[in-house]
């Protein structure tokens, strides 16, 4: 194709009405639109950031690393998987969209990814200082689904450890209250086991159930160390009261047709008093 | 007409002169061909990405930013198409005529790394085999003499990321050129 060939084939199609400019508003909407996603993304980056923060800070997670290679289940089982994936991506969008920004217009794109994490840290690092991290968990454990599913490790049953305020002592077993239930503890197999009082905090790494926890390793700590664990209880059982009567262990111990009984009032929905029945 | 800027034959066309737009196409056809070429080993494929080039930059003349030049702009979606086109394709083939040869042996100073003569042939193959991370930079530089601006803009990064790719890719040519050099010599 000759240049005037070329010239006259685009000034036709242009004259033709085939190709036309597209609406100024189109890239008004491309521009608001990648600047919307962009700042989004970023206090999207901010939020996740602070949760993580607020998790490892304020949860037992980064304690059973103190166990050493006894904590590390217990310590995997605890992370907060879904918020570090979802920071991790909220990152990588807020790069990719920095870098189709006008912000970005050549400038080196190392530079303006370290500011922008830097941002994200010190505006993340500013909101530990709200009770935003607390009303999240809050959320998370009265069963506000959209919130549990990142604190879902901190709601759920654990089986490699779990932390908690001691609320009796027997002969090689501690029933511990903890943000998930009370939870029976063996500790037969524990050396070192520290004396322990009722009404306080420990932390303990071990393998088993919700009943049949067997604990390897004990170790006392206290709330102030663990101060989601300790707003879990009391969200679960009210402030410790040392006036609380003991649950008698018999109820921790059910006979197969008690268990049986009592899965029957379950699936009937009988209520407290087909319970009653059962135990007698 | 020769007076009146790129930027203002752009203000002009959004005011709804379109024939203005014929301008451009005068404008930038050799330029752009010749850019292309450096990429595209088929002149039927270039002459199509050129008609595509040049109705993109109609269709959204409205996102030109009037405060950037037009000449990076143009160049900037030329070189996207190219990029395009070498994805979907085997790499072109970059052919040097007498004047751009003579153009890289001095400014790119490639006899310095072994005094010998280089053919026409050699310098080519070193450049066909180049990665399009310095090929782009290189085109731009010596064939398209525009400045390191000029390049950072079209190729959005850094003018001393671009000074850097630059020189990388000079050094480049020099070594390989060496290597080739030896095994004449043997």
């Known amino acids: ?280 | 007409m020769d007076q009146l800027t790129d930027e203002q034959i752009v203000g002009a066309i959004l005011n709804g002169d379109k024939d203005l737009y014929r301008e451009i196409i005068k404008r930038y056809e050799k330029k752009l061909s010749h850019y292309l070429l450096k990429f595209l080993s088929d002149r039927d494929d270039m002459e199509d990405i050129l008609q595509v080039v040049f109705i993109k930059v109609y269709k959204n003349l409205y996102g030109f930013d009037v405060g950037k030049k037009f000449s990076s702009w143009i160049y900037r979606i030329a070189h996207n198409e190219a990029v395009n086109y070498l994805k979907k394709r085997k790499s072109g083939r970059i052919s040097l005529d007498d004047v751009e040869y003579k153009l890289i042996d001095e400014k790119a100073d490639i006899r310095r790394a072994a005094d010998k003569m280089f053919l026409k042939e050699d310098v080519e193959k070193v450049l066909n085999e180049m990665d399009i991370k310095y090929k782009e930079p290189l085109v731009l530089f010596y064939f398209e003499n525009m400045s390191y601006d000029e390049i950072s803009d079209i190729l959005r990064m850094p003018k001393n990321t671009v000074g850097t790719l630059i020189m990388r890719g000079k050094n480049s040519i020099r070594s390989k050129l060496e290597e080739i050099n030896k095994k004449h010599e043997r």
């Open chain 1, 1 to 280: 194709m000759n240049d005037e060939k070329l010239e006259n084939s685009i000034m036709g199609k242009i004259k033709s009405g085939k190709v036309k400019l597209k609406s100024k508003y189109v890239f008004l909407a491309e521009k608001l639109g990648l600047g919307t996603a962009f700042a989004l993304s970023m206090l999207l980056s901010i939020l996740f950031f602070n949760l993580i923060f607020f998790y490892l800070k304020e949860t037992d997670n980064l304690k059973y690393l103190s166990f050493g290679k006894f904590g590390i289940f217990a310590f995997l089982e605890s992370f907060p998987y879904l918020l570090v994936v979802v920071f991790i991506i909220l990152i990588v969008l807020s790069g990719y969209l920095l870098t189709r920004s006008d912000v970005s217009y050549k400038k080196p794109f190392g530079y303006l990814a370290i500011g922008m994490v830097l941002l994200i840290m010190i505006f993340g690092g500013v909101l530990t200082y709200t009770n935003l991290g607390q009303s999240f968990e809050k959320q998370a454990r009265i069963g506000n689904e959209s919130a549990r599913i990142f604190f879902k490790p901190l709601t759920d049953i654990r089986n490699n450890g779990m932390a908690g305020v001691v609320f009796e002592k027997g002969e090689d077993y501690l029933i511990l209250q903890t943000p998930q239930g009370l939870r029976r503890l063996e500790t037969k197999s524990v050396e070192n086991m520290p004396t322990v009082e009722k009404g306080q905090f420990i932390i303990t790494v071990g393998q088993g159930g919700q009943f049949n926890f067997k604990a390897t390793k004990v170790r006392l700590t206290n709330k102030e160390d663990i101060p989601s664990i300790d707003r879990g209880i009391n969200f679960k059982f009210g402030k410790f009261d040392e006036k609380n009567p003991n649950i008698p262990p018999e109820l921790l111990q059910f006979s197969e047709e008690e268990k049986s009984c009592i899965k029957q009032c379950f699936e009937l929905k009988n209520g407290p008093s087909c319970f009653k029945e059962c135990h007698k």
